[in-house]
């Protein structure tokens, strides 16, 4: 059974991961109402793995016995100065979730907790790629902020393929997809 403090936590991440999908759907409209069909469908993207990110959490409870504590959470912000700046928000809730988590591996491993820190573990990688692919699109956006087509090009070419499925990630609760 994970440790208490491990669970508390993890529970609150629930909310961070939520929230997280939640702000990531508001900067998808953001840019589908600014036609600009790439950063809206990226976003969208982001939002859906924020969303399996929690449902990730909540079966990891549910595989531990554990009844995980699905929260309310406060509204996203809505409105942008400009096309910039809600990339700077994904960037900055990147980097938060990244000390959240890197918070709850040492939880775990404080309270010997070893299953709960071997689960972190993979959301310790992504939250590395996730930093730094934010980092760059907000380069790109910085550089195009005038001519938002171009970052629109960029995403065509940089993600033509898209990313497959990682057989690494923990299962998500419901099979989320």
């Known amino acids: 059974m994970p440790a208490q403090p491990f669970v508390d936590k993890l529970n609150e991440q629930i909310a961070h991961e939520f929230a997280a999908h939640q702000q990531y759907v508001a ?3 953001y840019y589908d109402a600014q036609t600009l069909p790439r ?5 969208y993207a982001q939002a859906l793995e924020e969303r399996n990110h929690a449902m990730m959490m909540v079966g990891y409870l549910l ?3 554990v009844a995980p504590v699905i929260p309310g959470i406060d509204g996203p ?3 942008f100065a400009d096309i910039v700046e809600p990339v700077q928000v994904a960037l900055d809730q990147e980097k938060r979730v990244t000390s959240q988590i890197n918070a709850l591996a040492a939880i775990a491993r404080d309270n ?5 820190e ?8 992504e939250q590395v790629e996730e930093v730094s692919s934010m980092s760059d699109l907000l380069n790109i956006v910085e550089r195009c902020r005038d001519e938002p087509l171009r970052a629109e090009d960029w995403l065509a070419r940089e993600n033509a393929g ?7 990630a923990p299962a998500p609760a419901g099979g989320a997809v």
């Open 27 to 29: 900067l998808a409209v």
């Open 39 to 43: 950063l809206a469908e990226f976003f």
């Open 63 to 65: 595989d531990q016995d």
């Open 77 to 79: 912000q809505n409105t």
């Open 112 to 116: 010997n907790d070893y299953a709960s």
């Open 118 to 125: 071997q689960f972190m573990q993979w959301f310790i990688k």
């Open 162 to 168: 898209g990313e497959g499925a990682d057989p690494t």
